[in-house]
């Protein structure tokens, strides 16, 4: 099956700054790589998503990028702000009936003020 | 429109105690998920149901059963509570259409002393 690794586990910036979170995929067939945000005790809130057929997509200030031959997607956040603060989850699809996600290990970013 | 929605929101259960979760959704979606989330593991399927009448296991299911007898409800069971199933629990739901997006519950937050 599928399986996503994610890195760093956590990570600090300063207000205004950049983060950057990376995925790697194991299935080449996967094709579809959304990003979750989960702030505490909260659900996880879908942010930005990519399709396999496009390198890149921006929304504001996220943006997230796909390189299917290396098979690695990254998650970028530009002038960060306290409110960015939570667990931010990558996934990739399972191209199988039951359609499922696999997730990440999370990643906690902390913006300091 | 609620969205997917579960009940209860907290639960403390002893050992070997027995309880069911609910999940609804009212966006017609024919995929529902169950997840566990414990810290610095992501969300870990347990058990999954392409439609209604249908279950499969996921990743992670023993110690729970499910059942799917209406299109707009998933229900988990934990027959025999074990302190290894203290965790969140979040149900997602999704359709059967082009995106695999998945929305999620607001999780259940559950103790097993």
């Known amino acids: 099956g599928e399986n996503v690794e994610q890195h760093p586990s956590t990570l600090s910036v300063q207000e205004g700054d950049s983060a950057v979170i990376k995925c790697t995929y194991s299935?080449?067939?996967?094709?579809?790589f959304p990003w979750y945000k989960q702030e505490l005790g909260k659900r996880p809130q879908l942010i930005i998503d990519?399709?396999?057929?496009?390198g890149e997509k921006k929304d504001q200030r996220i943006a997230v990028t796909l390189n299917k031959t290396a098979k690695h997607f990254s998650l970028h956040i530009t002038e960060t702000q306290p409110e960015d603060s939570a667990v931010y989850f990558c996934?990739?699809?399972?191209?199988?009936?039951?359609?499922?996600?696999?997730f990440g290990s999370g990643t906690r970013l902390q913006v300091q003020p | 429109n609620a969205g997917v929605t579960q009940t209860p929101k907290f639960r403390v259960l002893k050992t070997g105690q027995s309880m069911t979760l609910l999940c609804a959704q009212d966006?017609?979606?024919?995929?529902m998920y169950w997840y566990r989330q414990d810290p610095g593991m992501g969300l870990r399927l347990i058990h999954y149901?392409?439609?209604?009448?249908?279950?499969a296991k996921g990743e992670v299911p023993d110690g729970y059963n499910v059942s799917r007898l209406k299109k707009q409800n998933f229900l988990l069971g934990l027959e025999s509570a074990a302190p290894s199933q203290t965790s969140v629990y979040f149900c997602?739901?999704?359709?059967?259409?082009?995106?695999?997006?998945?929305?999620f519950g607001p999780g259940t937050r559950l103790t097993v002393t």
């Open positions: 299935d080449s067939a996967s094709n579809y």
């Open positions: 997602a739901s999704s359709s059967s259409g082009g995106t695999y997006e998945q929305y």
């Open positions: 996934a990739a699809n399972e191209i199988t009936g039951r359609r499922a996600l696999t």
């Open positions: 990519i399709r396999s057929n496009v």
């Open positions: 966006m017609n979606h024919e995929y």
């Open positions: 149901s392409v439609g209604e009448g249908t279950t």
